[in-house]
């Protein structure tokens, strides 16, 4: 496609429920990787694939965030049992080759968990 | 540990004008510096990328700065149109042989009319 892309745009829960937060990267990039933006802050890092492998899984703040990306392209990140300060936009980035090459952004999706 | 601290945190400014936005950085070992722009409701977008032994960059109105020794980084805008609203990300990477991006928390600028 033309740029990354991700659904939903905007994902209200109640707390406890399940979440599903899908990254369609550019095609054919190799490295994709999940950030956490609270309101008003820079975005953290999360976890970083190359390909299908899951290289770094640093950021992942608790054992109820899950992220896979099992063909090397679309990616998934799962947040179980959600809590309240799990509410900030994810976002989901690509870049062509290695790591340090520029990332593209997508637009993220909002989370909000009442 | 590794930081990125950028300042100021907000800046008004007149359409016309020109302003400059600072980085700080303690990351270590320093592979790369990049500088980004996210509008309200988007995802970032790469202005500048900069590397150890590079010290300036521009990207049309967008001039970046690095002083690898002081570790510091400046994003100078020119002539600035209403259209800059937006917050200006400064990211640092490390070269640990593994992934290492530190997010400094952005500025967020307003160009009034």
């Known amino acids: 496609g033309a740029g990354v892309s991700q659904s939903p745009r905007y994902k209200v829960a109640k707390r406890g429920q399940d979440v599903a937060l899908r990254c369609d990267p550019i095609s054919g990039h190799v490295s994709l990787f999940w950030y956490q933006q609270a309101l008003g802050q820079g975005p953290e890092f999360l976890t970083y694939?190359?390909?299908?492998?899951?290289?770094?899984k640093s950021g992942l703040p608790s054992d109820r965030f899950f992220a896979e990306r099992p063909e090397g392209s679309v990616s998934t990140l799962k947040i179980q049992r959600t809590q309240q300060e799990d509410s900030a936009v994810y976002l989901c980035a690509s870049s062509l080759t290695a790591v340090y090459n520029e990332q593209f952004f997508g637009p993220g999706t909002r989370l909000t968990v009442l | 540990k590794n930081q990125v601290e950028q300042s100021p945190q907000s800046l008004i400014i007149l359409e016309g004008k020109n302003c400059t936005l600072q980085?700080?950085?303690?990351?270590?070992?320093?592979?790369?510096l990049r500088w980004y722009k996210q509008d309200t409701g988007r995802g970032p977008v790469s202005l500048t990328i900069?590397?150890?032994?590079?010290n300036t960059k521009s990207n049309g109105r967008y001039t970046a700065t690095l002083d690898a020794d002081t570790k510091q980084s400046s994003l100078h805008i020119t002539a600035s149109q209403l259209s800059d609203s937006a917050s200006y990300i400064c990211?640092?990477?490390?070269?640990?042989?593994?992934?290492?991006?530190?997010f400094g928390a952005g500025t967020r600028l307003f160009v009034k009319a």
């Open positions: 990211v640092v990477s490390a070269d640990t042989g593994g992934f290492k991006t530190i």
């Open positions: 694939f190359q390909n299908e492998a899951q290289l770094d």
């Open positions: 900069m590397t150890f032994s590079e």
């Open positions: 980085c700080n950085y303690t990351v270590s070992p320093f592979s790369n």
